[in-house]
């Protein structure tokens, strides 16, 4: 007995307050990270716990500086964000991005019919490890937090 996948196709039957569920839930999950993280300052020590990675060897991951990131968004400072954390800039805008087509198609009742495809997600695991390697070597240091 062989079970196949089809595509889902047409529309998702569940009343519209509920598919709105998970996009609201997120959206209020977010704003209240934003909200503590802009009430908390991570600028001050003792708020937050270091990085682990940054700890056992004094180099920057990827993550490094993205809660002062975040902290500037509360703030309404994009120039600061930018400064703190290039690549957590551009994958908020991602995230955003993704976070308005799901709630579009939450709201008119579509259903999801792609994924992402290899390449995307292998060339984004690329530009990550590159942002990591280049944010630790000296010639590229206005990459570091």
């Given at each position: 007995?062989?079970?196949?996948?089809?595509?889902?196709?047409?529309?998702?039957?569940?009343?519209?307050?509920?598919?709105?569920?998970?996009?609201?839930?997120?959206?209020?999950?977010a704003a209240a990270a934003v909200a503590l993280v802009g009430t908390v300052d991570p600028?001050?020590?003792?708020?937050?716990?270091?990085?682990?990675?940054?700890?056992?060897?004094?180099?920057?991951?990827?993550?490094?500086?993205?809660?002062?990131?975040?902290?500037?968004?509360?703030?309404g400072d994009p120039a600061t964000m930018v400064a703190r954390n290039p690549l957590g800039?551009?994958?908020?805008?991602?995230?955003?991005?993704?976070?308005?087509?799901?709630?579009?198609?939450?709201v008119t009742g579509g259903v999801r019919t792609r994924v992402a495809p290899a390449w995307?997600?292998?060339?984004?695991?690329?530009?990550?490890?590159?942002?990591?390697?280049?944010?630790?070597?000296?010639?590229?240091?206005?990459?570091?937090?």
């Open positions: 007995m062989t079970s196949t996948l089809q595509a889902p196709v047409g529309r998702d039957p569940r009343p519209a307050w509920r598919r709105g569920v998970g996009p609201a839930t997120v959206a209020a999950a600028n001050q020590a003792g708020h937050y716990p270091t990085c682990p990675f940054l700890a056992v060897t004094g180099l920057y991951c990827p993550g490094c500086g993205s809660l002062r990131m975040v902290h500037a968004l509360a703030h800039v551009v994958a908020l805008v991602v995230l955003a991005a993704t976070w308005l087509r799901w709630t579009r198609r939450a995307l997600i292998w060339t984004a695991l690329g530009v990550v490890v590159a942002f990591w390697v280049l944010r630790n070597v000296p010639a590229t240091a206005w990459l570091a937090p």
